[in-house]
């Protein structure tokens, strides 16, 4: 392949991974990437320590989970921009290192949300939910403890608050949609009905088009138990069919050895859903790249 672009991937500036940002610059200039984004987790609802917030703002707050309000989302967004443009110099010429974010439930803090989609620095906002307000993130939740009727209940709560954050729409890509699928499909084998979900998906890519901003394939999906990419094919497709033309992809790896991984599916899987060109941004500004 010509053009392998990675736009989602993590370094020890995210409260889950361990990977100093030298070693995956490492690994993306020896990959060849034509295109690499470090875009480091940024959960605009745990910004400020806890004492900030009221009860029923609190969210991931269960104890087993407490270590997350222990990280320091402030400092580590400060940090990783800092070294992300350190980086950037270090390897002028030699790789296109994009700097971004991966903002995380942007509509649970408005000001520090649109503080961050201010910043001069960034090339790239990827634009994510993890957690819903009052509620565990979706990777915490014991989804074994829940009847099918309040699982689809927790996903139409997902893809309502996914149209929130799309309509604030103040980021360049909407984040592995139907990310709730890691975990509800791959780790506990449980069944979401989609199908129910299609409208508001639509409106969801009805808004990101008016307002000039794109999807992602997500393809740690592939290397994980679920299998699939995060959205499907059936899901790029009705991106593509309702005129949806900037698409970015990303690996979402947390560690060297994954990066790029999937990226060659999900650039096939592009092409099946009618894509010629994928996208990546320099300042927010999207740059075509014919595949
Ligand atoms: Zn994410
Ligand atoms: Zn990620």
Request: with cysteine.
């Amino acid at each position: 392949m010509d053009f392998l672009m990675d736009l989602h991937t993590h370094t020890a500036f995210s409260p889950d991974s361990n990977a100093p940002a030298p070693e995956m610059c490492v690994r993306a200039h020896a990959l060849g990437l034509s295109a690499y984004a470090i875009t480091d987790h940024c959960e605009v609802n745990c910004w400020y320590e806890k004492s900030h917030y009221t009860p029923e703002q609190l969210v991931g707050f269960s104890e087993q989970y407490a270590d997350l309000y222990a990280f320091d989302y402030a400092r580590s967004y400060e940090q990783s921009v800092a070294e992300i443009t350190r980086l950037k110099a270090e390897y002028a010429g030699k790789l296109n290192l994009l700097c971004g974010v991966e903002l995380g439930q942007a509509t649970a803090d408005l000001e520090v949300s649109e503080r961050i989609a201010a910043d001069p620095r960034l090339d790239l906002i990827i634009g994510s939910l993890h957690q819903l307000a009052g509620e565990d993130d979706f990777a915490f939740i014991d989804y074994f403890r829940m009847t099918q009727a309040e699982i689809q209940a927790l996903a139409g709560r997902y893809f309502n608050t996914l149209l929130e954050i799309c309509r604030w729409g103040k980021f360049d890509v909407l984040g592995h949609l139907t990310y709730i699928l890691r975990y509800i499909e791959g780790k506990y084998h449980l069944h979401v009905e989609l199908s129910a979900f299609r409208d508001v998906i639509a409106e969801c890519f009805t808004v990101l088009i008016g307002k000039g901003k794109g999807i992602e394939i997500n393809t740690s999906g592939l290397r994980q138990s679920y299998g699939k990419t995060f959205p499907t094919l059936e899901y790029v497709r009705l991106y593509r069919d309702l005129g949806g033309e900037i698409l970015t992809l990303g690996s979402d790896a947390h560690r060297p050895e994954d990066l790029a991984t999937g990226i060659a599916e999900g650039t096939e899987l592009a092409r099946t859903a009618g894509f010629s060109h994928v996208t990546l941004f320099e300042k927010h500004q999207p740059h075509f790249v014919k595949i």
